[in-house]
């Protein structure tokens, strides 16, 4: 089942030219050696299963001890995802929610803006989504949409992009003085390892409604998206609505970590310290200690 452009492509991958074809079933060697440690990633191995299915579980009991918490109280969660495509956001998402009432554990993944949308303010279809007393919701990719895809892609203008960068804040600094608790994660992966996602998802029929044309169309403009990722950091790290990056090669690992990230930032009732663990700090940092390491 042939994808729309789906030839090979020539990419430059570590500053080395290299040739990648997505429709062969083989996947190319120095992608599959170099996938998981790509991007600088701290780890050889990735976290067994039976380490990662306890701490997670664990961490699912908190995860639902907070939903409690917050209906009693009123409080008000907002947690968006945000990376490259085939960085574990959805995963993530789904791992943090399993567990939660869905009536007050909403998920925002909004298409592309219909006509009536795009003659709005760029916010205003988010402001709609945003949660009520004792409502946690979690964006699969949100309105910094503005600040990767849509620049990159051509879908917005270059006079839209800079308003976006100056009202992003402002917007985040009232949702916070509000009292909206605002998580803001960057999944970061590294180039191979997009590459070998890519190839599973062509390659699995389970999988492949995941894989688009955009997704293709994106093969050649990995430097574009690390420009704008990084140019998004620099402008919308502040210290009211920080970034939280993971480095997410190993899928495990960043899904634990950013659920302890959301623990230890609350005081619920029954909270339980050893049950959440530390983070480690070598795949969770702030946006500006990101920023430090490249």
Same mark, same amino acid.
């Given at each position: 089942?042939?994808?729309?452009d789906?030839?090979?492509v020539?990419?430059?991958v570590?500053?080395?030219?290299?040739?990648f074809?997505?429709?062969?079933?083989?996947?190319p060697?120095?992608?599959?050696?170099?996938?998981?440690?790509?991007?600088?990633?701290?780890y050889?191995?990735?976290?067994?299963?039976?380490?990662?299915?306890?701490?997670?579980?664990?961490?699912?009991?908190?995860?639902?001890?907070?939903?409690?918490w917050?209906?009693?109280?009123g409080?008000?969660?907002i947690?968006?995802?945000?990376?490259?495509?085939?960085?574990?956001?959805?995963?993530?998402?789904?791992a943090?929610?399993?567990?939660m009432?869905?009536?007050?554990?909403r998920?925002?993944?909004?298409?592309?803006?219909?006509?009536?949308?795009?003659?709005?303010?760029?916010?205003?279809?988010?402001?709609?989504?945003?949660?009520?007393?004792?409502?946690?919701?979690?964006?699969?990719?949100?309105?910094?949409?503005?600040?990767?895809?849509?620049?990159?892609?051509?879908f917005?203008?270059?006079?839209?992009?800079?308003?976006?960068?100056?009202?992003?804040?402002?917007?985040?600094s009232?949702l916070?003085?509000?009292?909206?608790?605002?998580?803001k994660?960057?999944?970061?992966?590294?180039?191979?390892?997009?590459?070998?996602?890519?190839?599973?998802?062509?390659?699995?029929? %389970? *999988?492949?409604?995941?894989?688009s044309?955009? +997704?293709?169309? =994106?093969?050649n #403009?990995?430097q &574009?998206?690390?420009?704008?990722?990084?140019?998004?950091?620099?402008?919308?790290?502040?210290?009211k609505?920080?970034?939280?990056?993971?480095?997410?090669?190993?899928?495990?690992?960043?899904?634990?970590?950013?659920?302890?990230?959301? %623990? *230890?930032?609350?005081e619920?009732?029954?909270? +339980?310290?050893? =049950?959440?663990? #530390?983070?480690? &700090?070598?795949?969770?940092?702030?946006?500006?200690?990101?920023l430090k390491?490249?």
């Open positions: 089942m042939p994808l729309t789906s030839k090979p020539d990419l430059l570590s500053k080395t030219p290299r040739r074809d997505i429709d062969d079933p083989k996947l060697d120095w992608v599959d050696k170099h996938a998981l440690t790509s991007g600088d990633f701290p050889e191995h990735k976290l067994d299963s039976d380490s990662y299915d306890e701490a997670l579980q664990a961490l699912q009991v908190e995860l639902v001890k907070v939903q409690l917050m209906q009693d109280t409080k008000r969660v947690a968006l995802f945000e990376g490259r495509d085939a960085a574990g956001k959805g995963g993530a998402i789904q943090m929610r399993a567990y009432n869905p009536r007050s554990a998920i925002v993944a909004l298409s592309k803006p219909g006509e009536t949308e795009r003659g709005q303010w760029y916010f205003q279809r988010y402001v709609a989504t945003f949660p009520s007393a004792g409502e946690f919701v979690l964006y699969d990719r949100s309105w910094y949409n503005r600040a990767g895809v849509e620049p990159v892609m051509g917005c203008t270059p006079a839209e992009y800079e308003a976006f960068l100056r009202q992003a804040p402002k917007l985040e009232m916070v003085d509000e009292g909206i608790l605002l998580f994660f960057y999944l970061d992966i590294g180039q191979e390892m997009q590459l070998k996602r890519f190839h599973d998802r062509r390659h699995d029929p %389970l *999988k492949i409604w995941k894989l044309p955009m +997704d293709i169309a =994106a093969l #403009k990995w &574009d998206y690390s420009d704008k990722r990084d140019r998004m950091l620099k402008e919308t790290h502040t210290d609505a920080p970034w939280t990056v993971i480095r997410a090669n190993d899928k495990r690992r960043a899904r634990l970590e950013l659920i302890r990230h959301v %623990l *230890k930032a609350m619920y009732d029954g909270k +339980d310290k050893d =049950a959440i663990g #530390k983070i480690d &700090d070598r795949i969770l940092m702030d946006g500006e200690t990101f390491t490249l």
